[in-house]
């Protein structure tokens, strides 16, 4: 069975600190992704990122960055400088690969809270 | 703008009542996802449509949840005799075709707020 285990349930930061967001997921499958989606105040999801399993190369995205570990089956998401605009709740989700890859696993989210 | 868009955002309805709940997917998605968010929860998968067709139904929680898809377009989620526990956030998402690869992201409605009394 495939799960996400977010065990930040809630952070709060001054804005221009650093934050890492934790993501550990299990699953079975050699083939998987994973993303990060941030949902904000309004409601509505918004995609951040995906990883497939065998791309291991952490990415940086201005302030956005993700640590991507399959030795701990960690995928971890670091914002540098936080903003008031970055307070949002953050979701890690996994799904398998090929024609399997349609069923998204979520994570319980973390809701970031960065205060001015 | 040419979002997903759901209707209505708001439901409150009395138990025992059936939903109807409509989502609009992006022209030219061919696949469809519906999500529930309960309360501090994060998203429980529940159904997904590639065409009109739905491969995967296992994450219907009861035999009161069903959904369809007709015209590959417009999905339409019911729930029929509501209990309180279905009471959540009902997302729904749009992706040019199922599966995580590359261009294939979801795109998120709103949601429609169901509660029931």
Do not use: M
Not at chain 2, 6 to 32: M, Y
Not at chain 2, 59 to 86: M, N, Y
């Amino acid at each position: 069975a495939q799960k996400v285990t977010q065990a930040q349930t809630e952070i709060s930061v001054v804005e221009k600190e650093d934050v890492t967001l934790d993501c550990v997921y299990e699953t079975r499958d050699t083939t998987y992704y994973l993303f990060w989606y941030k949902q904000p105040p309004s409601g509505e999801l918004v995609f951040l990122i995906r990883r497939n399993s065998f791309d291991e190369q952490n990415e940086i995205s201005g302030r956005y960055s993700w640590n991507f570990q399959k030795s701990t089956s960690s995928f971890n998401f670091t914002i540098t400088a936080s903003q008031v605009v970055d307070s949002a709740v953050y979701f890690c989700a996994l799904t398998r690969g090929g024609n399997y890859g349609q069923n998204f696993v979520f994570g319980p989210g973390t809701r970031l809270s960065v205060l001015p | 703008g040419a979002g997903v868009s759901q209707s209505p955002s708001n439901k409150v309805t009395e138990k025992g009542k059936d939903v109807e709940l409509r989502c609009d997917p992006i022209s030219g998605h061919t696949a469809l996802y519906w999500y529930r968010q309960s309360l501090g929860q994060g998203l429980e998968f529940l159904i997904y449509f590639q065409g009109n067709s739905a491969p995967d139904k296992s994450g219907l929680p009861s035999d009161r949840f069903s959904a369809e898809r007709t015209g590959g377009s417009v999905s339409t989620l019911t729930i029929q005799r509501t209990q309180q526990e279905d009471s959540a956030v009902y997302l729904c998402a749009s992706s040019r075709r199922a599966g995580p690869q590359p261009y294939n992201e979801q795109f998120f409605g709103p949601g429609t707020r169901l509660t029931v009394l």
